[in-house]
């Protein structure tokens, strides 16, 4: 029976694509993921607490640097908003087509949807340090077709 979990879950687990490395990340890492959607390319990030980060996008990994004042701004708001899954986000409408998903992962625990929790003013500051950060390293949620060079 455990034999047969464990196929089925080697097969439900999606495999790197052909020579992409993983991105690993430490507890002390905090690991900014955007789903993309149909109409868009998605990406993550790993933000060290020096500001150093790895950004992937599109198939491509590079090293990337944020600027240590707002690595610091991320980070000191994770450490005081405690365990992040339990933010008060709510679940939103989202197209199918346009509507993409932004997590942060920290200490184990990863947020809801940053997109959904207008009003509270801890999700509210998580977002707008996640969207800054991004925005310094050049991550977009354009289609290939639309993407800068990294």
């Known amino acids: 029976m455990l034999l047969l979990v464990s196929l089925l879950l080697a097969q439900t687990s999606p495999a790197p694509a052909a020579g992409v490395t993983p991105l690993a990340a430490a507890a002390t890492d905090a690991v900014i993921r955007n789903s993309g959607s149909t109409n868009a390319a998605g990406y993550t990030i790993v933000l060290h607490p020096d500001g150093t980060a790895e950004l992937r996008q599109n198939g491509a990994t590079v090293a990337k640097t944020v600027a240590k004042t707002q690595a610091a701004r991320l980070f000191d708001a994770l450490r005081a908003m405690g365990r992040l899954d339990a933010l008060p986000i709510g679940h939103c409408m989202r197209s199918a087509s346009f509507g993409s998903t932004t997590t942060v992962t920290y200490a184990g625990h990863t947020s809801g949807d940053l997109?959904?929790?207008?009003?509270?003013?801890?999700?509210?500051?998580?977002?707008?340090?996640?969207?800054?950060?991004?925005?310094?390293?050049?991550?977009?949620?354009?289609?290939?077709?639309?993407r800068r060079p990294l």
């Open 115 to 146: 997109g959904c929790g207008a009003g509270d003013p801890n999700v509210t500051t998580l977002a707008t340090a996640v969207a800054a950060i991004a925005n310094q390293l050049g991550a977009t949620t354009f289609g290939a077709r639309y």
